[in-house]
């Protein structure tokens, strides 16, 4: 399953200094705005502890993590939505994105330019929020036009879907993004191929330096997905060994923020394990074993008879799968089991 997570914000928030400490690549950090035009990309492994653990018990020859795609997408401004600072590239680029990562500037620094000459967190991501709303109002328009004249035609499939673009339109006019107007599966499935920007999930990265301006951006974000890190110190924690960080006692917070891009899309992981691999594999939270099988191969959903699945824990407790069955920690479950984050599975088709 790709993920890819599009890491957005003003100029000279941080969000290429993020990147490069995620992803240990070089990457273009000059202080100046739009120094990123074409997106850079990397691969980040999701960390996870029960991996080590289950391959030593295993005996695996190798370990395969799941991985997030992060994208440092070039500063958004205000006006992007129209064209301004290269917009309509940018606003292309987050399309492309399953979630994104809001880097927002909450410290003072003469140093660094701020693209509107001063620190306001609130403002920032209103503007950013705003930018992405105008763009999905257009696409709303667009989309509206075509519907209309279809549901002239008494097109009952249409008549539906501008309903539903109606409401989509009602709560983009009120500066909300789409993704608070809550769906049905079935009415989503209508209009999931408008792809718009504000559905996706945000996670937002409150870049702090001493905590200086911590107060006037956290009750904004209090009930948002937010993570707070200094980036300029994660940089140099990625440039450190773990037993150089470790003596100067500074710790990263850079898993906390993979393990929340993880959570805002909505996924899971179940794992397999055995003498050839131990393996992650994502998927959406609440799925069935069936569905959970496609992950492997789509003949593990389409030839589905039963899956033999175990907590991870119990599985170490039992020190191997036939001790674990012996003693009853192993179950046998059909095509409802709705398959739990740390499961370790094993499909029969």
């Known amino acids: ?23 240990k690549n070089p990457v273009d950090i000059a202080n100046y705005p739009f120094c990123t035009i074409e997106p850079n990309v990397g691969i980040v492994k999701v960390p996870d502890v029960r991996l080590e653990k289950l391959a030593k018990m295993s005996k695996s020859a190798k370990i395969v993590p799941t991985v997030i795609e992060f994208v440092d997408i070039a500063g958004l401004v205000k006006g992007a939505a129209e064209g301004e600072g290269l917009g309509n590239k940018f606003l292309s680029h987050i399309r492309e994105v399953d979630a994104i990562a809001q880097v927002v500037r909450i410290f003072e620094d003469k140093n660094i330019t701020h693209v509107h000459d001063k620190i306001d967190p609130q403002n920032d991501i209103e503007i950013i929020n705003t930018e992405l709303i105008i763009a999905d ?15 002239r035609g008494q097109n009952k499939e249409a008549i539906k879907t501008l309903e539903i673009v109606k409401k989509i339109k009602d709560i983009l006019d009120q500066g909300k993004l789409a993704c608070e107007l809550k769906l049905s599966d079935e009415d989503f499935s209508l209009v999931r191929d408008m792809q718009l920007l504000t559905w996706k999930p945000v996670l937002y990265i409150l870049n702090t330096k001493d905590n200086s301006l911590g107060n006037s951006v956290s009750k904004f974000t209090e009930n948002l997905p937010s993570v707070r890190m200094d980036i300029k110190i994660e940089e140099e924690l990625s440039q450190m060994s773990a037993e150089e960080a470790a003596e100067l006692g500074m710790k990263s917070n850079l898993d ?16 397999t394990t055995g003498e050839d691999e131990t393996r992650a594999w994502t998927i959406k939270k609440d799925s069935t074993a069936p569905i959970a099988g496609r992950a492997i191969h789509s003949d593990f959903e389409e030839k589905f008879i039963r899956a033999d699945v175990i907590n991870w824990k119990k599985l170490l407790e039992a020190e191997s799968w036939a001790k674990a069955r012996d003693l009853g920690t192993l179950r046998t479950e059909g095509k409802e089991y709705i398959v739990q984050d740390g499961d370790v599975v094993e499909f029969k088709i």
Do not use: H, Q, W
Not at 7 to 18: A, D, E, M
Not at 137 to 151: H, W
């Open 256 to 271: 906390e923020l993979i393990l929340k891009s993880y959570e805002i899309l909505n996924l899971i992981t179940f794992l």
């Open 137 to 151: 109002l257009d696409t709303v328009a667009k989309r509206m036009s075509k519907l209309e004249k279809e549901a």
């Open 1 to 23: 399953m790709s993920l890819k997570v599009g890491i957005v914000g003003l100029p000279n928030v941080g969000k290429s200094t993020l990147f490069k400490a995620l992803t």
